[in-house]
């Protein structure tokens, strides 16, 4: 099992930025998808999660900026608009899922992208 993001760089603040994330390999099944960051020198935070019955669990800090969305059970997105710079961190994508191997509920993560945003 795999996850790939993609879609980090550098933009400037009010600009905007999507990421991509792809779930690959043995998935019996996703119970849910998301977005994480972590910036430098402080922990990783949830941005946004999504079930798969398609509830949303955002960060108050990204509220009305940031949206996620699936495409189909694998592929999720993170739309993110209005960037401030304290949006700069690397954003990693989360899968909760069960795979084939092991039939066990686990986290997966995807290696990250760095989203900087300059003021």
């Known amino acids: 099992v795999q996850l790939q993001a993609f879609g980090g760089g550098l933009v400037q603040a009010g600009g905007s930025l999507r990421l991509s994330c792809a779930a690959s390999?043995?998935?019996?099944?996703?119970?849910?998808m998301g977005w994480y960051r972590q910036a430098p020198g402080k922990q990783r935070e949830l941005v946004v999660g999504?079930?798969?019955?398609?509830?949303t669990n955002y960060a108050d800090s990204v509220v009305g900026r940031f949206t996620i969305s699936r495409d189909s059970a694998r592929n999720t997105y993170l739309q993110m608009n209005s960037l401030k710079p304290e949006d700069t961190a690397v954003y990693y994508c989360?899968?909760?899922?069960?795979?084939?191997?092991?039939?066990?509920?686990?986290?997966?993560w995807g290696q990250g992208t760095l989203v900087t945003v300059s003021s």
């Open positions: 989360n899968a909760f899922l069960v795979a084939y191997r092991d039939r066990v509920a686990r986290d997966y």
């Open positions: 390999g043995s998935i019996f099944s996703i119970n849910s």
């Open positions: 999504i079930t798969s019955g398609g509830t």
